[in-house]
């Protein structure tokens, strides 16, 4: 029995959340997404609202010109004057990304997995993608977004996901060179998706049996 994780990173509309979510399935181990916030604020004793308010500040925040926080790992305790700081919430985020990894086989979806996890000889890290047609549909038929509403938000989206992606690691979010395995959603569908990834995990690691 092998112990792997597979991190996810995804254009909005690409389908990598329902990916990773059906890879977890399909291998009978967990998948997880903002339930590592829920995680992380049960550990440090901070509001899950403000890990929340977090990501809605960096969301509503000009990236440009701001210097880069690379994660480091460094946690400060309560008594500091940082504790509830965006960087120390990201960090606490990336502890039970780590603490995950070395527990249990799961699959890490966003959240900069790839990189935390970057010194890992057991982490497969993918990144789902498509044309921009095939996301704007594939956003339509979730109902949430009409026209060009759609557009811009999934433009608004993905540019948040790089930008969050740059701040916290310094790479470029939609670089291939960052992951073991890019995939187009739109050629491949969902499950020729799955099912590349437990190939790729069978041609490295020899099994699709997880621990």
Not at 24 to 34: F, N, P, T, V
Not at 59 to 78: D, H, M, Q, V, W
Not at 124 to 132: I, N, T
């Amino acid at each position: 029995m092998e112990r792997v994780i597979i991190t996810i990173a995804r254009q909005y509309g690409s389908g990598g959340k329902t990916i990773g979510k059906m890879l977890a399935e399909d291998l009978g181990i967990k998948a997880y997404s903002r339930e590592i916030l829920k995680i992380a604020s049960e550990e440090s004793g901070i509001s899950e609202t403000l890990f929340n308010k977090a990501d809605e500040k960096l969301k509503n925040t000009s990236f440009f010109g701001i210097k880069k926080r690379e994660y480091k790992g460094e946690l400060l305790p309560p008594e500091s004057d940082g504790f509830v700081s965006d960087q120390n919430l990201f960090n606490y985020q990336a502890k039970i990304i780590k603490d995950l990894a070395e527990a249990e086989s799961c699959v890490i979806i966003g959240r900069c997995g790839d990189y935390v996890l970057r010194d890992k000889p057991n982490v497969v890290s993918v990144f789902v993608h498509a044309s921009p047609e095939y996301c704007l549909k594939q956003a339509v038929e979730r109902g949430a977004y009409t026209g060009k509403d759609v557009e811009k938000y999934i433009q608004k989206t993905d540019k948040y996901r790089g930008d969050f992606y740059h701040y916290y690691t310094g790479r470029v979010w939609n670089d291939a060179r960052n992951y073991d395995l890019c995939l187009n959603s739109e050629k491949l569908g969902f499950e020729g998706c799955v099912e590349a990834i437990k190939a790729y995990i069978q041609v490295r690691f020899g099994t699709n049996e997880l621990a």
